[in-house]
């Protein structure tokens, strides 16, 4: 009997407003017609617990160490419950965000020290990390733009917030570019969608 194939886990990531949503469905039906069997997954969420964590970090007031520390826990709930069960049994898993947008919102966005990102995936999940990142790229302002529903407690901050939410993402894609796919979100969605049909119909 031959041994499954790895999993292999993709995440992606961006700042709110930049188009990843849509995306994402064009991402999974690529590699679901290589006849690879996926799970799509989110953070914060994931699990029903998870979701609870969720509602509380997009609508409830905290200190930025306390919405950092959930983060991780509905992070850790995720991978436990969903991220490595599928990927030992050699499913592909996609994430919609995982720890880059810790490193990007609570280090750069809420200027929490980077550092206490580090220590927390190490905590969380030193065993595991994104195979591929792709991180959808764009103006904040024309982010902005884009969001016409009500906005959640991250969506509301200010603009400056998401000029270093968007920068610190562009640091991260830089500083690992074999794992980064970054898109340029101000493209015609069509275009970004064919791009990505493209590039995950052989990825991997
Ligand atoms: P997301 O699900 O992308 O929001 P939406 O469905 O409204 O587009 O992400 C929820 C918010 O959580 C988003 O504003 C980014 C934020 N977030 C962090 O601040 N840190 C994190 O580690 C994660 C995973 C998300």
New binding site residues.
Partial sequence: MSAKPRGRFITVE????AG??SQIDVIAQAIRDRGIELVIT????GTPTAEKI?EI??HDEMSPKC??LL??A??QENLDKVVKPAIAEGKWVLC???????????AY??NQPKEWVDLLADFVHSDISPDRTVLFDIDTEIAAARLQRKL????A?EKDFHRR?REGYLTLARNEPERFLVIDSSQPKEEISAFLKEEFSKWG
């Fill in positions: 961006g700042v709110d407003g990843k949503s989110r953070e914060p969420g969720r970090l997009l919405e950092m983060m991780f509905s992070r919609d965000r995982f720890t880059d947008a810790s490193y990007a919102y609570q966005g809420r959640d407690r991250f969506e901050e939410v």
